[in-house]
Each structure stands twice: as structure tokens, then as C-alpha cells.
């Protein structure tokens, strides 16, 4: 079977002569993280989970937005805010898909910047907006494609070696909301966003109609 990307080799019990003789269903139950004591792989002390510990109340909150082990952690001062780092992940054909990072900073023009982090360069960087900036992601089909997002824009860059160029997202008919909040990306490459108004839009490179002809909403 694949996990992450990496094949993993799980042996059957020695007295069936065939996987397919026990084959079955999944069950329907799904599994959930209440509390965690101790968890350690061997060959990644930190693990891929994250855990909160409120002391005092003698409660856990776990983060699992991480998709592979976590090698380091930061706790800012104000012990609020916490920084993690995990190694490079894998696409589904285990081929390394981490080795770029985008960053977007808070300066006034909101440089968006592309490091190649393994070396600690810097590839390539351009201003972004004067407006706020809450999101930057890669596209995770096309990786010359990188998406941000904020106050009332999304933008598309195509990052080509050193160079970035910004196409912006047309709202058209649809109301330009006041923050463009968050981003996901679905199967077949289109872009899902959610704007402040609780309204999910759907961004594609090719011109999208819906029932009715009124279009993506």
C-alpha cells in the first residue's frame, strides 16, 4: 500500500495463500484523536501530530495539517503563536514536491518571495499589493502556478525561474467581496475560495458555466 506517497510493505498472515481470499469492505467507523501520552517513531522523533497542552486546565487541542514528520518547533515569546517545520512531502508517485517555499511578508507592498530552502536562496521576489495578503499557496498540479489572496483580490502568478507575473482574478457579475479569506484546491486543478461573506467561489483558467447560464458561483 502507499502512505504520503511512500510505499509501504504489509505482509498478510502466513497461513492465507491470498490477499484476495480476506479482502473486505471499510469499515464505516473513522478514528479520532482524544488524547495522546506518547507517540514515537523511531526513524522521526517528532512525529507528523502536534499537541497543545493546557496545564492548568489539564486539556490537549492537536493540530494534523501537517503532511509528513515535523523535525523542529518554534514557540514565540508571547507563547501564543508556534512555528513547525516538516520534512519535504511527497506527491502520490513519491517524487519530492516540497522543495520550494512562498512567502508573502508584511512589509507595505507585501513581497511575495520564492526560496529555494534546501540551499537558502533566495529564487525569485516581486510586490504583490499595498492591500492585505492572507493566503499563498502552490498549486499542487502545476507548480509554475502560485495563488494569493486577500483584500478584495486574488491573484494568479506564473513563476517562471527568476521572474513572477500577475494575472488577476476577474469577480465579473459576482460582488467583489472584502477579503478573499482562504484557499483549497479540488481535482481537476480548479482553484475553491472563500470570501468574508461566507461565499465560496470557484476559479478555473477556462471559461466555466453553470445551469441556467449564470455561471460559477
Known amino acids: 500500500m502507499f502512505m504520503r506517497g511512500r510505499p509501504i510493505t504489509m505482509f498478510i498472515p502466513s497461513d492465507v495463500e491470498s490477499y484476495e481470499d480476506i479482502r473486505t469492505e471499510l469499515p464505516p467507523e473513522k478514528l479520532k484523536l482524544e488524547w495522546l501520552d506518547k507517540f514515537l517513531f523511531p526513524s522521526c522523533p517528532k512525529n507528523a ?3 497543545l497542552f493546557n496545564y492548568d486546565e489539564r486539556t490537549q487541542r492537536h493540530y494534523l495539517g501537517h503532511t509528513d514528520c515535523v ?15 516538516q520534512i519535504a512531502g511527497v506527491d502520490k508517485d513519491g ?4 522543495s520550494h517555499l512562498a512567502v508573502i511578508d508584511d512589509s507595505n507592498e ?13 529564487v525569485a521576489e516581486i510586490k ?4 492585505v495578503v492572507l493566503a499563498v499557496e502552490f ?4 507548480p509554475s502556478t502560485i495563488v494569493t489572496c486577500g483584500k478584495s483580490h486574488i491573484f494568479f502568478w506564473t513563476w517562471s525561474g527568476n521572474s513572477l507575473a500577475r494575472k ?8 467583489k467581496p472584502k477579503f478573499v479569506q482562504c484557499l483549497a484546491f479540488l481535482a481537476n486543478g480548479d482553484v475553491l475560495a472563500g470570501d468574508s461573506g461566507g461565499v465560496m467561489l470557484i476559479w478555473s483558467k477556462t471559461p466555466v458555466e453553470s445551469t441556467a447560464g449564470k455561471g460559477v458561483k
Open 49 to 51: 501530530n502536534r499537541i
Open 71 to 85: 523535525k523542529c518547533i518554534a514557540v514565540h515569546p508571547d507563547k501564543i503563536r508556534i512555528a513547525t517545520g
Open 95 to 98: 517524487r519530492d514536491s516540497g
Open 110 to 122: 507585501h513581497m511575495l518571495t520564492v526560496w529555494d530552502w534546501q540551499k537558502k536562496s533566495k
Open 128 to 131: 504583490t499589493t499595498n492591500e
Open 139 to 142: 498549486h499542487p498540479t502545476d
Open 168 to 175: 488577476q482574478g476577474i469577480f465579473g457579475k459576482y460582488e
